[in-house]
């Protein structure tokens, strides 16, 4: 049984481009969330994507999107990127009804130059 | 806002020796609250959980139990093993409705564990 897979799971880009991060759940999940973790920080929540709508969302600028498809796979998409955007970008699955129990994958890590 | 705050590290024992890894929270209600653990190399894994007061979640060796009058969750084992290196984020879960969670990390304590 395949857990949470991202990609990829290391990519380099520059200040001003956009980049486009990929997750498939864990099988028989229905709902992803993304986290940004920064260097030596915990997790801090991006989205949440349940019956592809967007149905939570964290602190994070306009200029991070998602979007899920049938298959309840996922992507986080991030525009202009900034310095800052630099992370580990975690996805998690889970199934509901929970109480915030995730399985997550091993993130992909962004370098921004 | 609503929080998680957990004891800064990094932490270095011997094998052997006991571990307490503090961890306390602010929440407007009663969430559920996690021990989550990173290996080095590895995503994030759950290593336990409780969902309500007086709950001791327990796995691998390692306890933590829902203090609702201190709002505590700290995480401890008698006798930690090499093996056992990682950083350990606590957590709590936060409703939106429905079943719709998200959860609230702390910045995490690294552990690291000497022969």
């Known amino acids: 049984d395949a857990g949470v897979t991202q990609s990829p799971t290391h990519l380099i880009k520059t200040r001003g481009q956009q980049v486009t991060l990929r997750c498939s759940p864990k099988?028989?999940?229905?709902?992803v969330s993304w986290y940004q973790q920064a260097l030596g920080q915990g997790p801090q929540f991006i989205f949440q994507?349940?019956?592809?709508?967007?149905?939570q969302r964290g602190n994070f600028p306009d200029r991070f999107s998602g979007h899920q498809f049938p298959n309840y796979s996922s992507e986080l998409n991030v525009n202009a990127l900034l310095l800052g955007d630099s992370a580990l970008y975690l996805c998690?699955?889970?199934?509901?009804?929970?109480?915030?129990?995730?399985?997550f994958g091993e993130g992909s890590r962004l370098t921004v130059l | 806002g609503d929080s998680v705050t957990q004891m800064e590290g990094p932490v270095t024992l011997s094998e052997e020796a006991f571990l307490t890894i503090n961890c306390t929270y602010t929440?407007?209600?009663?969430?559920?609250l996690f021990w989550y653990v990173q290996y080095p190399g590895e995503g994030l894994q759950l290593l336990l959980k409780?969902?309500?007061?007086?709950d001791k979640g327990s796995n691998k060796g390692f306890e933590a139990t829902y203090r609702k009058e201190t709002t505590s969750f700290h995480l401890e084992k008698g006798s930690v093993q090499v093996s056992d290196s990682a950083v350990y984020f606590c957590?709590?879960?936060?409703?939106?409705?429905?079943?719709?969670?998200?959860?609230?990390f702390g910045k995490g304590t690294l552990l690291t564990v000497n022969p």
């Open positions: 957590a709590r879960s936060e409703n939106s409705g429905g079943s719709n969670y998200k959860l609230t």
């Open positions: 929440a407007t209600g009663y969430p559920s």
């Open positions: 409780a969902t309500k007061a007086d």
């Open positions: 998690a699955s889970s199934l509901p009804p929970n109480t915030g129990e995730l399985f």
């Open positions: 994507y349940y019956e592809e709508e967007e149905r």
């Open positions: 099988s028989g999940h229905d709902t």
